[in-house]
């Protein structure tokens, strides 16, 4: 069987760190062309531009999207508009209505499409979903909380509008989060603690529930230090279950679980080869959507400035 021939549009610090390891260790795809303003990516041909890749370039099946979400819209258009199959990074737009609109030009389309909410793929996760499956839920509490300095140093665009600031990493756990509950969830309440020289916030709490009034609460912070805490804990009226590490780590009642040796971006280009071969979709808005109501509903407190 031919490999899907891939091409990749963005080769910034996620691209090179995550998602060219994991497709040049998938055999069912095959790297064959970047897109890129900066550093080439080695072993491949490569372009200024997604217009340059798709008229120049060697012929693809399928693009992922690693770019900042401001501007991707009208890319993640063009590639669909040329009939190729779209991974797209989280998330996936910079703004609900652009990603809606994607959704339904894939389905006209009729090519697969992935909004990858990579941490869903986080080792802990399916383990702990299918424990939830059968418990009944009390309450949810979730702390991620990081530096950006380390993170994400001197990219600009973060605290830019559209950059989603501390909702960047926030959003990762909402994508768990709503990932692992049945019901949707709904944004209650929001504060938004923004420095006083960007226009993206970088703390955030945040009060949600669903339709059983299920009490979520969530702390996101990006100013945290070098001692990350990404965990979600989950009480139940029969025990608690906590993920730590960004999903990594699974503990039940204080005992460690066993939990998939597999790499968050490895599950990932799986899923596409799978979404590709049943000619389906995955394209959950739910994360972006949370993040838009407590933008929405959210009160703000300006904070001191944040320097890099």
């Known amino acids: 069987m031919q490999p899907i021939r891939l091409g990749l549009v963005g080769y910034g610090k996620i691209a090179q760190d995550q998602h060219v390891p994991a497709i040049n260790a998938n055999p069912a795809f095959q790297l064959v062309s970047v897109a890129t303003k900066g550093l080439p990516c080695a072993g491949v041909e ?22 900042p979400p ?6 993640v258009q063009q ?7 779209v991974l797209v990074e989280k998330p996936p737009c910079a703004t609900l209505g652009e990603a809606l609109a994607l959704v339904d030009q894939v389905a006209e389309q009729g090519v697969s499409g992935l909004f990858a909410w990579h941490s ?10 299918d424990w939830l499956a059968s418990r009944t839920l009390q309450s949810v509490q979730i702390d991620w909380k990081e530096d950006v300095r380390k993170w994400h140093p001197g990219q600009a665009w973060i605290w830019q509008p559209g950059g ?15 990932h692992l ?24 709490s945040i009060k949600m529930s669903d339709a059983q009034r299920l009490d979520v609460r969530a702390e996101f912070d990006f100013d945290h230090g070098h001692d990350e805490l990404w965990s979600i804990e989950i009480v139940c009226a029969e025990g608690t279950l906590r993920l730590d590490n960004g999903g990594a780590l699974l503990n039940i009642d204080g005992v460690r679980q066993t939990v998939s040796e597999e790499g968050e971006y490895a599950a990932v280009y799986r899923h596409f080869q799978q979404l ?25 407190a300006s904070v001191e400035p944040f320097y890099d």
């Open 46 to 67: 490569n372009f200024q531009s997604l217009g340059e890749l798709l008229e120049n370039g060697p012929q693809v099946d399928a693009i992922a999207f690693c770019t």
């Open 70 to 75: 401001q501007g991707r819209f009208a890319l």
């Open 79 to 85: 590639a669909l508009a040329a009939g190729k199959h």
């Open 120 to 129: 869903r793929y986080a080792p802990g996760i399916e383990a702990a979903r």
């Open 164 to 178: 989603l600031g501390v909702f960047d990493p926030g959003i990762n756990a909402l994508s768990i989060v709503t």
């Open 181 to 204: 509950l049945a019901l949707p969830l709904f944004v209650e309440s929001a504060e938004l603690r923004v420095p006083s020289n960007c226009q993206s916030p970088i703390a955030a």
């Open 276 to 300: 590709i071969a049943d000619k389906a979709s995955d394209l959950d808005l739910q994360p972006l959507r949370l993040v838009a109501d407590s933008f929405f509903v959210g009160s703000r």
